[in-house]
């Protein structure tokens, strides 16, 4: 079975916008993998679904073979663990330095204290911002935002990193910037998911792209992944 499973998921807003309807979609441990389509073809509420913002009206949806639609509200901390997720608008808190961010999310877990600065520096190594550490995010251009909130989303070392927009509002060398960090996350074994609309990256990169229109998948091309095995 493959890391990550979607099987005949749909799933309406309250106001009965139907956002994704009949959704089937493998994705494999350690893939890298684009979402696009144009506004509104339901980017977003697919990686919702992922993190349990979303809850489908129909069908299921598998991580590691648990089905996640079906995880009690309690546990939805746990499946949280296991995912790094990072937003378009950042969402730092803007009272804390870039290092402090970043250690915030491992504080909350109960990680033992003594390890998370260590754990810190190397993840602000990995995205570039070790130099900047000591900043707030006002100090800091929109682009170190979103490579501080990257640093954020991979410091509990999570499975799978699901990326919503994530070059949104940066200039054009800045985004290939923030997205060559995400691919070299991704060749250090951790599943990378982006939601996207910049055409220009999804054709530099060459990954495997996934494209949505109005809440179906249209195609599914690029970078080969395995066919699920028949079980019979
Ligand atoms: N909270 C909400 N309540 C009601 N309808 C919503 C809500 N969020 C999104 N929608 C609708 O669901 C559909 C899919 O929206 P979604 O946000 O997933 O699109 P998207 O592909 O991420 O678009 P964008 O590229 O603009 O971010 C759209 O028709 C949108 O209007
Ligand atoms: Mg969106």
């Known amino acids: 079975m493959s ?53 489908p009206q129909k069908g299921e949806i598998y991580i590691n073979n648990h089905d996640i ?13 296991k995912l790094g997720v990072i937003f378009q608008d950042f969402k730092l808190l803007d009272y804390k330095s870039v290092g ?45 935002k979103q490579l501080t909130s990257i640093a954020r989303a991979i410091i509990h070392n999570p499975q799978i990193l699901i990326a919503d927009e994530p070059t949104g509002n940066l200039d054009p060398t800045t985004a290939e910037n923030i997205i060559g960090a995400l691919d070299y996350i991704n060749s250090r074994g951790t599943t990378v998911i982006v939601a996207t609309h910049n055409e220009t990256l999804v054709k530099k990169f060459m990954k495997r792209v996934i494209a949505l229109e109005e809440g179906k998948i249209v195609s599914d091309k690029g970078q080969a992944h395995k066919i699920p095995e028949l079980v019979d």
């Open 3 to 55: 890391m990550i499973e979607f099987s005949e998921v749909s799933f309406s807003y309250p106001n009965e916008t139907k956002a994704l309807q009949d959704i089937n979609l493998f994705i494999d441990k350690g893939e890298f993998v684009f979402i696009t389509g144009s506004t509104g073809s339901g980017k977003s509420t697919l990686l919702k679904l992922l993190y349990r913002e979303n809850l």
């Open 69 to 81: 639609t079906e995880i009690p509200r309690y546990k939805i901390p746990f499946l949280r663990r």
């Open 100 to 144: 402090e961010n970043v250690s915030f999310a491992l504080e909350v877990t109960g990680h033992p204290l003594d390890k998370i600065p260590e754990r810190v520096d190397m993840v602000l190594e990995v995205v570039g911002m070790k130099d900047k550490k000591d900043r707030l995010p006002e100090e800091i251009s929109g682009g170190e």
